[in-house]
């Protein structure tokens, strides 16, 4: 055997398909075929039942797996204890939500671009509910996601913290507190429930016990902000977008007893994927992301 049918069977055996496997490798589906077919040639049994519309472990691929997993770590643990970080090449796929796109997703591209000039990196920007399904899926090489993943196959590390605060059109009511507005009926205009900071929203209603909330939702930060300034709502923003407003004096931060705490951010990567792309990713993600500190 060797190592490249293991990362092709290990590939085979988390993703959501062959295909996406084959699209992960950059390899033809039949080039792929071809490598667990050796593998299986190897070592005298079956991996796959591919009797049904999705192919599965056998037993036999049951007991591969972890040791799989294993021998993949050794040797991305002996490259890079002997060699300098090689060059990465062919084609990474990762996710990022609309905050970390308009912050450090330029930063980093070109961190990443100018160290592995060969590699082609395609970001997909969503909500991070989304973006943990792409992963699970193995659609995505890795995400930069609000919080962190309850899913076991998902590895979630911190890598930033991104702040938020509250923010109300400057002539809306502003003698009444942001849980008063909210306890009366004034609509939380906010990121969908699958966003990430509905979390932080949630800690911050139960602290300030509002426990019933007519909710607004919306998946665009800058409509967000658009219905503030108009008086639709009230909601929080990131820092990085808010103080644009709060300068031209379009909104202004609604000051409460209770605080929104910030926000962590972790690169979230598939359970057992040693591949020095994910390592090499984590570093320059850990360097560029900066979520205070807007684009333009």
């Known amino acids: 055997m060797t190592l490249k049918q293991l990362e092709a069977f290990y590939l085979c055996?988390?993703?959501a398909s062959f295909a996406i496997a084959a699209e992960r490798l950059h390899l033809a589906l039949s080039s792929l075929s071809k490598r667990i077919g050796e593998l299986e040639a190897s070592l005298?049994?079956?991996l796959f039942d591919r009797s049904g519309q999705k192919a599965v472990l056998?037993?036999?691929g049951e007991r591969l797996l972890p040791r799989a997993v294993e021998l993949l770590e050794l040797s991305t643990t002996l490259r890079r204890e002997v060699s300098?970080?090689?060059e990465l090449t062919g084609r990474c796929v990762f996710g990022v939500g609309e905050l970390g796109a308009v912050t450090w997703l330029p930063a980093f591209i070109a961190r990443v671009k100018a160290a592995h000039p060969k590699l082609q990196l395609a970001p997909f920007i969503s909500v991070g509910n989304v973006l943990e399904e792409r992963i699970g899926r193995g659609e995505l090489d890795f995400a930069v996601v609000a919080g962190r993943s309850s899913r076991s196959s998902i590895v979630s590390q911190k890598i930033t913290e991104g702040r938020f605060v509250w923010a109300r059109a400057p002539g809306f009511e502003p003698d009444?507190?942001?849980?008063?507005?909210?306890?009366?009926?004034?609509p939380l205009?906010?990121?969908?429930?699958?966003?990430?900071?509905?979390?932080?929203?949630?800690d911050w209603?139960?602290?300030a016990q509002v426990t019933q909330v007519q909710r607004l939702d919306c998946n665009n930060w800058w409509a967000i902000a658009g219905m503030l300034v108009l008086s639709v709502g009230v909601g929080i923003l990131p820092c990085a977008i808010a103080e644009s407003y709060f300068r031209r004096g379009l909104l202004r931060p609604a000051k409460e007893a209770i605080a929104l705490t910030p926000m962590a951010?972790?690169?979230?990567?598939?359970?057992?994927?040693?591949?020095?792309l994910i390592a090499s990713m984590l570093a320059h993600a850990r360097t560029s992301a900066d979520l205070d500190t807007p684009v333009l």
Do not use: C, K, M, N
């Open 189 to 202: 205009v906010a990121l969908p429930p699958s966003a990430g900071t509905t979390r932080l929203i949630d």
């Open 265 to 276: 951010y972790s690169f979230q990567s598939r359970r057992g994927d040693t591949r020095p």
């Open 44 to 46: 005298g049994v079956v």
């Open 84 to 86: 300098a970080e090689a």
């Open 13 to 15: 055996a988390t993703s």
């Open 58 to 60: 056998t037993e036999a």
């Open 176 to 186: 009444r507190s942001i849980a008063g507005l909210l306890s009366a009926g004034v």
């Open 205 to 207: 209603l139960t602290a």
